[in-house]
């Protein structure tokens, strides 16, 4: 029989089957001390491993310096190895993962629930040698932005070998455009008691100076895109270089005006309008279908799509059946509309909105006298009114209205192809293209990585430094409330388009990249004279008057009308103020782009007069 040795691994043998426990300590030693007596005298000896007992009656092993120092340095080593391939390789296929993209994204997240400043993507050290030695973008911000290998490779292309950083050079390129565009000077009508172009340090009494609108369109008409060099400017231009301070009076007191020669701006400007870099941002490795707007002239307003689902069907339908029997110029968009179909739509929506109110007072003064039965009826008929207020509405909509555009999907060479032709085809009634980019960054929940919009373009954050949403010294000076930022909005037009008046509900900086725009402005007080189309139109905040061809006798108000205007130029940026109205035409193909943070309440008051 053989038995365990109680604390051993040794197996003992007991003599003719008995127990082990019937011998006796001494037998047992006695056999202990024969067995180590044999192995003295010739037999292998064994090397028997020591214990050493410590407080607690634990036991423990005599360490092996050698073996130890063996064992970490190879830890070590497995650990360096690991890193460094998950640093070069990323992970694999399209579950990329990188150990230090989501600790720069964790430490981000801290810093913006701390309230802290956003940091430039300036890492240029042993990690950023890890990484493969991937050119970081000069500015560029770590979790916005374009952060992809052929976007970094075009952008060190350019910034060392092509168009390096010079802001002597990119002032001098603007100055230039401006030069061979021609100086537009003040018409002998539209004198100001200031110097547009040496202006008070702070805002004069009655700034911008504005003219009656029939004045100013007479003097140079709004289908008209060919340059006229005397205009009725009211705006100050600032030098950013010497005279940032006066334009940030200015700012404060919530008023427009353009500033000029920002070395930033400037170097953008340079860049896209260098031949072929457009191209290669555009359509190297993303070649995307992006948005487009259509218009059968060249008319372009804004429109929120009130149709049903099956509405929106039919018309698509309608669209691809025209094209499938030969009409290849069938649209989806018919134009800014007829003006005397804007009086009874608005004339319509001014019923219903009386109702609507009429009916809230009945209904809180019944409320309040529960007993009161005349109070009852009354809210019965404004129940009944503006039910039928409402049926109206929808009966004219469904008969007379029509999306002003319709918005497609093409890449930039498809609508370079659209806009990049001659003044032949390029008449007021004439079909035209509007291209538009989207940089989302913090345009609502986690957007930052482009989901606000298919195909969007995230590298604006890194092309337009100066509408970045950094925080305290670092802060633009074009970026007011950079929290309330909602991305980076780019609008590519072609000469002649024109975009309708309107206003905004947050404060704008809008910077010319390229080509020349022409502003027409006008301050928020001018809002009764411009017969908007009310709330609840698919254009509301729009003005329902034709510019160009203005209805007199239906809008008998817009005579009274008083605007400015000012023609920007590569590299300008103007800041408007929440509120104020703006009509745009292009007056050559160019890139215009323009950023919002947050608003101001300043001008609520003759908003809210006019019906908003």
Request: one cysteine or more; proline letters at 5%.
């Amino acid at each position: 029989m053989h038995q365990r040795r109680p604390n051993s691994s040794v197996i003992v043998a007991t003599r003719n089957g008995s127990d082990s426990d019937n011998k006796s300590l001494e037998e047992r030693r006695a056999e202990r001390r024969l067995a180590a007596k044999q192995r003295r005298d010739g037999g292998k000896k064994l090397k028997r491993v020591k214990r050493q007992t410590i407080k607690g009656g634990n036991l423990r092993w005599r360490k092996n310096p050698h073996l130890e120092i063996a064992c970490f340095a190879f830890g070590l080593f497995a650990l360096i190895g690991v890193t460094v391939f998950k640093l070069l390789h990323g992970g694999s296929g399209g579950r990329r993962r990188d150990v230090f993209k989501e600790f720069e994204k964790k430490l981000q997240e801290d810093s913006a629930a701390k309230e802290q400043t956003y940091e430039y993507n300036t890492d240029s050290g042993f990690f950023s040698r890890l990484r493969g030695s991937k050119y970081i973008i000069p500015e560029s911000l770590k979790r916005i932005g374009n952060k992809d290998a052929w976007y970094a490779a075009l952008r060190q292309q350019y910034d060392t070998a092509i168009l390096p950083k010079d802001d002597e050079r990119s002032l001098k390129f603007v100055q230039e455009s401006r030069a061979r565009n021609g100086a537009y000077n003040q018409a002998a009508a539209a004198q100001t008691p200031y110097d547009i172009h040496n202006c008070p340090e702070y805002p004069p009494e009655g700034y911008p100076i504005q003219w009656p609108i029939l004045e100013v369109t007479k003097n140079w008409p709004t289908n008209d895109a060919t340059p006229r060099h005397e205009i009725y400017q009211g705006l100050c231009v600032f030098d950013y270089r010497t005279e940032l301070h006066k334009a940030d009076n200015y700012r404060h007191a919530e008023l427009p005006f353009v500033v000029r020669d920002d070395p930033a701006a400037a170097r953008t400007a340079e860049r896209w309008m260098h031949p072929g870099y457009l191209d290669k941002l555009l359509m190297g490795q993303e070649d995307i279908q992006r948005r487009t707007e259509y218009s059968p002239n060249n008319h372009f307003m804004y429109w929120v799509d009130k149709r049903s689902r099956s509405e929106r069907q039919r018309a698509a339908k309608k669209v691809r059946e025209a094209k499938r029997h030969g009409n290849d110029d069938a649209h989806g968009g018919f134009g800014r509309g007829d003006q005397e179909e804007f009086v009874s739509a608005m004339h319509l929506l001014d019923n219903l909105h009386e109702a609507r109110d009429r009916f809230e007072k009945a209904k809180e003064y019944a409320h309040k006298h529960q007993d009161d039965d005349e109070a009852q009826k009354e809210v019965r008929k404004w129940d009944e009114r503006l039910n039928a207020a409402k049926k109206a509405k929808l009966e004219e909509e469904r008969k007379n209205w029509k999306p002003p555009t319709e918005n497609l999907r093409m890449t930039y060479l498809e609508w370079l192809e659209h806009a990049n032709v001659t003044d032949d085809k390029l008449g007021p009634d004439n079909p035209h293209w509007y291209f538009r980019l989207i940089g989302c960054g913090d345009m609502g929940e986690n957007t930052a990585d482009g989901s606000c919009d298919k195909g969007s373009s995230e590298w604006l954050f890194d092309e337009l430094t100066f509408f970045q949403p950094r925080l305290g010294e670092r802060r633009p000076f074009y970026m007011i409330e950079p929290k309330q930022q909602k991305g980076i909005h780019c609008r590519f037009g072609m000469k002649g388009v024109i975009a309708e008046n309107h206003f905004d509900l947050s404060r704008n900086a809008i910077a010319l990249l390229g080509g020349q725009r022409r502003y027409i402005l006008a301050h928020p007080n001018q809002c009764n004279n411009m017969n908007l189309l009310p709330r609840g139109h698919p254009s509301a905040r729009h003005s329902a008057v034709d510019w160009a061809n203005p209805d007199l006798d239906n809008f008998p108000t817009f005579p009274k009308a008083h605007v400015n205007e000012i023609v920007m130029q590569p590299g300008d940026v103007l800041y408007l103020p929440t509120n104020w109205f703006h009509y745009i035409i292009s007056l050559e193909l160019n890139f215009q782009c323009n950023t919002r943070s947050g608003g101001e309440r300043l001008y609520r008051k003759e908003i809210n007069d006019c019906g908003f």
